[in-house]
């Protein structure tokens, strides 16, 4: 087969049950060679009340993980301050007068310093959210001139507001420092484009080019119809609009089904991936105007994740299905959401202690096997839908193929056919007791698979995630 990879797989059924297991034959088509997968497209989303202990005394463990994921794609993770928080901080530097109705966080001089500090040892470029509900466009401006003071080119973007399409809303979200008080007593789409058109006006000539951060717009949490006021938003604002975002979580709700097996099955299922597959007419919108599409928060669930889900490694298994999902729908960038304390975080800290929790590895699984450069190939599977696959291949030909195993089978069999001149493969796989565990999970060293008489054999673990790598001819 010219130009194509043939992998067959035999996997266990989900139950291990009876019967012998249903095979997964994954096809993988280099000949055709799809999106390339963006530069900068993998970040991390942080809350500006988790600013200071990440960028203080958890920094050097917290630093020290991400570049794990930042070596394997070989490029700095992009970081984004904001959420819930930033509608409810201000810049306060000398914390004189009383703070305004909805405001209950400072942000000031070492809230930046613990920033900066963050972002140089990552060296990553940096968004950070302001207040769009307080309507304080001085305020916003001043703490926008202050970030790009202490961060200097390393601030990327400011982002305009933080779902405002909820500001009616009052919801508990995790600790009360990461609470969303209820905004407005009424707000409409319309009230958000003057609110937003305003600000764009205020940081467009308070920060003038070419220095300026690109100004981002959107955030909505999802509601129907929020979406349609930004084409008239970019209009009316030429030239200073340089992005849109959007906010996806798998599992719809704040208060879910405390069923967490039933609700670990439903964020494995493909009604999760069709939730990411509906961003695309807002991935359309932002295009058709020539700005990237960012998904500024992405997780398993909302209001700070589900136990016994968010923290289980099905949010390993979903996320690194849910960034390849993103890759191929068009979006630009996706920053998966946390703060301190989550029950979704990708890390735990205590004090300066800092270790990886299950959805660090899918993170880790998508950065190995879709490093900068690399573009997404075809793949279908057939046979078992409980083994799930993504492919992508590089300028130097290297194929690198993502294998889900969402399945309870101690062991995956999987025979790849190997084209002719194929030297050995490397095989990363990460995995777990089973997909509820929290902890358990193993990242096991690469090793050698060679190809004998044009196939090559392994066995995966269940449930688990592996990332095969199939050098070039000749390399």
């Not at 463990?61 to 394997?72: M, N, T």
């Not at 070492?110 to 959210?129: E, I, S």
């Not at 058109?197 to 205020?202: K, S, T």
Request: net charge positive; with cysteine; charged share 20%.
């Amino acid at each position: 087969m010219a130009a194509a990879l043939v992998l067959a797989a035999i996997a266990a059924a989900l139950s291990g049950g009876g019967g012998p297991p249903r095979p997964a034959r994954v096809a993988v088509d280099t000949a055709r060679p799809g999106r390339a997968v963006p530069p900068r497209f993998l970040g991390l989303s942080i809350e500006w009340t988790s600013v200071a202990p990440f960028g203080g005394a958890g920094r050097a463990g917290i630093v020290a993980l991400l570049r794990r994921v930042e070596d394997a794609r070989g490029e700095p993770l992009a970081l984004r301050v904001g959420g819930a928080s930033a509608e409810e901080a201000w810049w306060s530097p000398d914390h004189r007068g009383p703070r305004p109705a909805n405001v209950r966080q400072d942000i000031d001089a070492p809230t930046l310093a613990a920033l900066a500090a963050l972002d140089r040892a990552l060296d990553a470029p940096v968004t950070v959210g302001l207040n769009l509900q307080s309507g304080d466009r001085a305020n916003a401006l001043a703490l926008a001139r202050a970030a790009q003071r202490r961060l200097g080119r390393r601030l990327d973007a400011l982002e305009i507001g933080n779902e405002p399409d909820l500001y009616t809303v009052a919801r508990t979200i995790g600790p009360a420092t990461v609470r969303r008080l209820r905004k407005r007593a009424r707000y409409t789409p319309a009230d958000y484009a003057a609110d937003a058109g305003r600000y764009l006006d205020a940081l467009a000539a308070g920060l003038p080019e070419p220095r300026r951060p690109r100004l981002v717009v959107g955030g909505f949490a999802g509601k129907a119809g929020w979406a349609d006021v930004l084409p008239a938003l970019v209009t009316a604002h030429p030239g200073a609009v340089g992005a849109i975002a959007a906010h996806r979580y798998a599992l719809p709700g704040c208060h879910l089904d405390p069923d967490a097996a039933d609700l670990r099955t439903k964020l494995l299922s493909t009604a999760t991936r069709e939730r990411l597959e509906g961003l695309a007419p807002l991935i359309a919108l932002a295009h058709a105007r020539g700005l990237p599409l960012r998904v500024a928060e992405l997780n398993s669930a909302p209001c700070g994740g589900a136990p016994g889900v968010s923290d289980s490694f099905a949010a390993a298994l979903w996320l690194t299905d849910a960034l390849f999902t993103l890759v191929r729908a068009g979006a630009d960038r996706a920053d998966v959401h946390t703060w301190d304390g989550a029950v979704y975080a990708p890390f735990a800290r205590h004090g300066g202690q800092v270790a990886a929790r299950a959805p660090f590895y899918g993170m880790l699984t998508f950065a190995r096997a879709a490093p900068r450069g690399s573009r997404i190939v075809p793949v279908s599977v057939a046979g078992n839908g409980r083994v799930r696959a993504w492919a992508t291949t590089d300028r130097r030909g290297t194929v690198r193929v993502a294998l889900i195993a969402a399945t309870a089978a101690r062991r995956v069999p999987v025979r790849i056919a190997v084209a002719a001149g194929r030297p050995c493969a490397t095989v990363r796989v990460t995995r777990a007791p089973s997909r509820a565990a929290r902890a358990g999970i193993v990242d096991q060293p690469e090793r050698r698979a060679c190809p004998r008489a044009g196939a090559l054999a392994l066995a995966l673990p269940g449930p688990s995630v592996a990332v095969v790598t199939l050098p070039a001819r000749g390399g």
